[in-house]
């Protein structure tokens, strides 16, 4: 039976056959391919890094990929997870609130996403349940397999034809051999079967030990974790070695002889200075290649497209790479002990720093030891400040006064969200003289609640998918700080996740006093950004800019702080000022998107 065939009598659910296999109507089988990524040994390996750097390298060559990462927990997406445990909730422009996995693959390959991207264990059982309650299964007692596995498989083969893919990146969450992941295993096998040969590659992404105590690379823990793999039916094509030293050719040798893996498909993908290094390795190793040639993928590559986009990339790794000055930017909160959760800012600032020839040195500082009294020691040595996004009260009144600070002895600042909102309140008190001045979130009962609840947000209950979320335009006021950050566009589109506002009755006392409200949502009184002038740098957004930010498009208000930051770390320099380091960096772009469309002309002409 051809697997056209067996696709088409499988899809039917009936008595007669025990396949059960849902398929999208017009779904044709081998036109997508899939390249499916899990880990072993441990987590944290890197998964979504390595499939995002796997998934541009086939990008450049002119493949259409879409990525999609499936977790195993059973919320229905990541809004609930505390930062501290998962990392941040990143914010799709469609409003789902999923993984920071999300981020590294908007960011590796400049695509926004959506919520076909991101699937949890909560939605494929949800899913399941509903068409139990609606009927669907007639009559027949819904299993894991093949119901629970047939909605994976129709997840991923909707997001092939949704998005039209050459190449669809599955990233399986947790380790193989968690419970939870089991039955994602058991799908995709299901899927390599029912697509065929050359259709699915099978990446197992393992760990190689080096204790200090021996001195040498062990890889037992990886070929038990691989064998695992292997019990569960799938045999890797390609075994990838995190280590964190370049995996030595005898190790590598003892896996590709105990998992079936021929050594040339059996990569090291040592620790790198940059996530940014690791396409460049892999394309050195001949990974790229070698998924092509097993996923048959020869005759739909394009060489001329990959040189420009290779050209481009390896630009910005030399960039970043070759750095000469230094800035130091405080970051306020609470999760200071956590990279993770504030994964988004940190690489907006390299983005911005590569570009600005700036290598940017990250103090975290803990709010809730800041005082009036101890803020300028806190601060010391520091060009610029951000205040993140946060929830709740803690550290809130420190986060105000390292504003104050700023704001009076003209250090940079750059306020997100929740460092948007504190601006307000620190700007209310000090300069308009509102005593008691608060956000509803830190003080209910507040004098003056400069910050207050969304209106549309008032009587909703519980915690999930609720808040105002996603992408919204913003529109920008001519002639301020903003519209010249965003190249004298009057709509720019940003990413937001908040339940709280500047409240409308206040903006006339803020702006009578000197704040400029320079991004406001159209039509509504929602304030999106603020500025101060007579500052070298005061800007804060309602929105979360660090999320649109991309290595070769940083974000233009990280880009501005970094400058100002520059200037400040430099003053004996004459560094040009914020906005003009944008219009400069913006008329790259344009240049850059020219010759882009030129070279896509003259391609088409050939
Ligand atoms: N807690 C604030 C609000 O809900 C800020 C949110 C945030 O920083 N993401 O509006």
């Not at 040195?361 to 009294?373: C, K, L």
């Not at 709740?392 to 009076?408: F, L, P, Q, S």
């Not at 996740?497 to 409308?504: A, G, T, W």
Request: glycine share 8%.
């Amino acid at each position: 039976m051809s697997t056209n065939d067996l696709l088409g009598s499988v899809s039917k659910l009936s008595d007669e056959t025990e396949f059960y296999t849902p398929v999208p109507k017009g779904y044709e089988v081998g036109r997508c391919k899939y390249v499916v990524i899990c880990g072993t040994v441990m987590s944290g390996l890197g998964k979504g890094i390595f499939s995002s750097s796997l998934a541009k390298l086939l990008q450049d060559k002119g493949l259409k990929v879409a990525p999609i990462k499936l977790e195993g927990y059973l919320n229905i997406d990541s809004g609930t997870l505390n930062p501290f445990r998962h990392g941040e909730v990143f914010v799709l422009d469609d409003g789902m609130e999923c993984d920071m996995d999300l981020g590294t693959y908007e960011r590796m390959l400049d695509q926004d996403l959506a919520r076909a991207n991101f699937a949890t264990s909560g939605q494929i059982y949800t899913s399941v349940l509903q068409k139990e309650r609606h009927g669907d299964y007639l009559g027949r007692d819904v299993q894991m397999i093949p119901h629970v596995t047939g909605e994976v498989k129709m997840r991923l083969r909707e997001l092939a034809m949704r998005s039209n893919a050459d190449v669809v990146f599955v990233e399986v969450g947790g380790t193989i051999g968690d419970v939870e992941n089991a039955y994602y295993v058991e799908a995709l096998r299901e899927l390599a079967y029912e697509e065929g040969p050359n259709s699915v590659c099978f990446v197992a992404l393992t760990y190689v030990l080096e204790p200090p105590t021996l001195g040498e690379q062990k890889s037992k823990a990886a070929q038990l974790g691989i064998k695992r793999l292997m019990e569960w039916g799938v045999q890797p094509h390609i075994v990838a070695c995190r280590a964190e030293n370049p995996v030595i050719e005898k190790v590598r040798q003892k896996i590709a002889q105990y998992t079936n893996v021929p050594l040339a498909r059996v990569f090291s993908m040592h620790d790198c200075p940059s996530i940014y290094m690791v396409p460049r390795m892999l394309r050195e190793a001949g990974l790229d290649f070698e998924v092509i040639r097993l996923l048959q993928l020869d005759q739909r590559v394009d060489l001329m497209h990959e040189r420009m986009a290779w050209l481009n990339w390896c630009d910005f790794v030399e960039r970043l790479k070759n750095i000469q000055h230094q800035v130091n930017i405080g970051i306020t909160g609470k999760y200071t002990s956590l990279r993770d959760s504030y994964a988004s800012i940190i690489h907006a600032l390299e983005h911005s720093g590569a570009h600005l020839d700036a290598h940017v040195n990250i103090r975290w500082i803990d709010t809730s030891q800041v005082t009036g009294d101890n803020v300028a020691e806190k601060l010391d040595g520091l060009h610029g400040i951000i205040v993140p996004g946060g929830f709740g009260t803690r550290g809130a009144e420190g986060k105000i006064e390292c504003i104050h600070y700023a704001r009076e002895h003209k250090l940079p600042y750059l306020g997100i969200c929740f460092g948007f909102q504190m601006a307000v309140i620190e700007f209310a008190r000090n300069v308009c003289g509102l005593e008691g001045a608060d956000s509803t979130e830190i003080q209910a009962r507040c004098k003056h609640p400069v910050i207050d609840i969304l209106p549309e947000q008032e009587g909703i209950k519980g915690l999930g998918g609720n808040m105002r979320l996603g992408g919204k335009d913003v529109a920008i006021a001519p002639g301020t700080l903003a519209w010249r950050l965003f190249g004298e566009k009057e709509r720019v589109r940003m990413r937001f996740r908040h339940r709280l506002e500047v409240r409308p009755d206040y903006i006339d006392t803020l702006t009578e006093h000197g704040m400029v409200f320079s991004g406001k949502a159209p039509g509504e009184p929602i304030m999106q950004i603020m500025e101060l002038p007579d500052h070298p740098y005061f800007v804060g957004t309602q929105a979360h800019p660090c999320m649109t930010s991309r290595p070769l498009r940083p974000q233009q208000m990280f880009v501005g702080l970094v400058a100002a930051a520059k200037r400040c770390a430099y003053p004996q320099e004459n560094f040009p000022a914020p906005a003009e380091v944008v219009e400069q960096l913006m008329r790259q772009w344009t240049i850059a998107a020219q010759e882009k469309a030129h070279g896509r002309r003259s391609r088409q002409k050939t």
